[in-house]
């Protein structure tokens, strides 16, 4: 994921009549998505994504994916994360690679 992948995402959600938006994405990277988007007035945007890919027999990719639908929702308007059943401000969030989960730092 680059920059200018990250580009294309903003622009992709700034030109969408939806003002709900759920983005699917790498973990590895999504802080930094999620960053890039943080100043799109007016829309509730969530990235979600899976510690344990989909393909794995143990995954949190359904779980994840219902948590950020709810959250998209319900919350007001802004950008946010959800996994492992938490909602997290991107701009105060890391990976947590030792815990396998992501927290507010």
Do not use: W
């Amino acid at each position: 994921m680059t920059d200018d992948d990250r580009r294309l995402i903003r622009a992709k959600i700034e030109d969408d009549s939806c003002n709900r938006i759920v983005v699917i994405h790498g973990t590895d990277t999504m802080i930094q998505t999620a960053n890039m988007l943080h100043d799109i007035p007016g829309k509730t945007i969530v990235l979600t994504g899976s510690m344990q890919p989909a393909r794995f027999k143990s995954t949190d990719a359904a779980f994840n994916v219902g948590v950020a639908v709810g959250a998209a929702q319900a919350l007001p308007p802004g950008v946010y994360i959800a996994m492992s059943g938490r909602i997290l401000d991107p701009r105060h969030a890391r990976k947590n690679l030792d815990q396998g989960c992501f927290e507010m730092i």
